[in-house]
């Protein structure tokens, strides 16, 4: 079983930073497929950012490109989203999800529908972040 724990909200004011991590167990956190969503109040879970279980690629949601960067650290078995220039709207409750990739036909399947979070396989329990204006 994979636990997924995120960490690093709080509040912060409109145009300021945040730096979300999210560690996930296992031994294989290298062939993890991760991404991040959000939650807001009303409002249905959305995409934010994912990257391959390499690093190598990348994908953010419209709303966030250019604010937020998404990373990860292999060896800390470890997943940060960097967010900068925050707005109110960008008050969520954030998730982190993983899901572990094999083979490539799993890697096909993930890379085709990252911002879905059907795709993902293990959740964490959320990390509020609120921007006041």
């Known amino acids: 079983q994979v636990q997924v724990v995120e960490s690093g909200g709080g509040l912060v004011q409109a145009g300021g930073s945040l730096r979300l991590s999210c560690a996930a167990s296992?031994?294989?956190?290298?062939?993890?497929?991760m991404g991040w969503f959000r939650q807001a109040p009303g409002k249905e879970r959305e995409f934010v950012a994912a990257?391959?279980?390499?690093?190598?690629?990348?994908y953010y949601a419209d709303s966030v490109k250019g604010r937020f960067t998404i990373s990860k650290d292999n060896a800390k078995n470890t997943v940060y989203l960097q967010m900068n220039s925050l707005k109110p709207e960008d008050t969520a409750v954030y998730y982190c999800?993983?899901?572990?990739?094999?083979?490539?036909?799993?890697?096909?399947?993930?890379?085709?529908?990252?911002?879905?979070?059907?795709?993902?396989?293990?959740w964490g329990q959320g990390t509020q972040v609120t921007v006041s204006s």
């Open positions: 999800a993983a899901k572990p990739i094999v083979t490539m036909i799993e890697e096909a399947t993930w890379r085709s529908g990252t911002w879905e979070a059907t795709k993902y396989d293990y």
């Open positions: 990257i391959s279980w390499s690093g190598g690629s990348t």
């Open positions: 296992g031994r294989t956190f290298s062939r993890y497929a």
